[in-house]
């Protein structure tokens, strides 16, 4: 059972994570904005999924 609530966990994860690229990408940031946000997300999921949601591109 670890395995599978784990995996569901990743995906759900996972979906996050393009959610929020996606968001930043749509945002009306400037195009230097966007890149550094979006390999905050990547490289550091967790951190740059909370720095994203207190500080990030917002509309």
């Given at each position: 059972?670890?395995?599978?609530?784990?995996?569901?966990?990743?995906?759900?994860?996972?979906?996050?994570?393009?959610?929020?690229?996606?968001?930043?990408?749509?945002?009306?940031?400037?195009?230097?904005?966007?890149?550094?946000?979006?390999?905050?997300l990547?490289?550091?999921?967790?951190?740059?999924?909370?720095?994203w949601?207190?500080?990030?591109?917002?509309?």
């Amino acid at each position: 059972m670890g395995i599978e609530v784990g995996g569901l966990f990743g995906l759900i994860w996972l979906v996050i994570i393009i959610w929020a690229v996606v968001k930043v990408a749509k945002s009306t940031a400037s195009g230097l904005a966007k890149l550094i946000w979006i390999l905050v997300l990547l490289f550091f999921p967790l951190v740059g999924l909370i720095a994203w949601l207190l500080f990030g591109p917002k509309g």
